[in-house]
């Protein structure tokens, strides 16, 4: 599967965006989906998961509350909707797809456990 991110761009604190990731290849439905962060000299960071169908979706305490990942099937898309951004949310973030069957039995926070990965798109928050 090839995954495009995009949605990334400069936003003041408490703003919002939405975040889209449009897969082509094998059957979308087949994989989870997470979405991930990295911001300069940092490790990427888990912010948030959902299964195939969708029914589950699991986030980071640092996003919880504030943060909403969804799926479209029937689109090939999966979408992080960020609101009230705070400056420390600014990196690249990634989407990221996974055939793991066991995914959210654990480590679903783990980038090793991902297959699939976009090429990432720049949120920057700042006044």
């Known amino acids: 599967v090839q995954l495009q991110a995009s949605g990334g761009g400069l936003v003041q604190p408490g703003g919002s965006l939405r975040l889209s990731c449009a897969a082509s290849?094998?059957?979308?439905?087949?994989?989870?989906m997470g979405w991930f962060r990295q911001a300069p000299g940092k490790e990427r960071e888990f912010v948030a998961a959902?299964?195939?169908?969708?029914?589950?979706?699991y986030y980071a305490d640092s996003v919880k509350g504030r943060f909403t990942i969804s799926r479209d099937n029937a689109k090939n898309t999966v979408y992080l909707q960020m609101n009230s951004l705070k400056p420390e949310d600014t990196a690249v973030y990634y989407c990221?797809?996974?055939?793991?069957?066991?995914?959210?039995?654990?480590?679903?926070?783990?980038?090793?456990?991902?297959?699939?990965w976009g090429q990432g798109t720049l949120v920057t928050v700042s006044s």
């Open positions: 990221a797809a996974s055939l793991d069957l066991k995914l959210f039995s654990s480590g679903y926070q783990s980038p090793r456990r991902y297959d699939y």
């Open positions: 290849g094998r059957t979308f439905s087949s994989y989870a």
């Open positions: 959902i299964t195939r169908t969708g029914g589950y979706t």
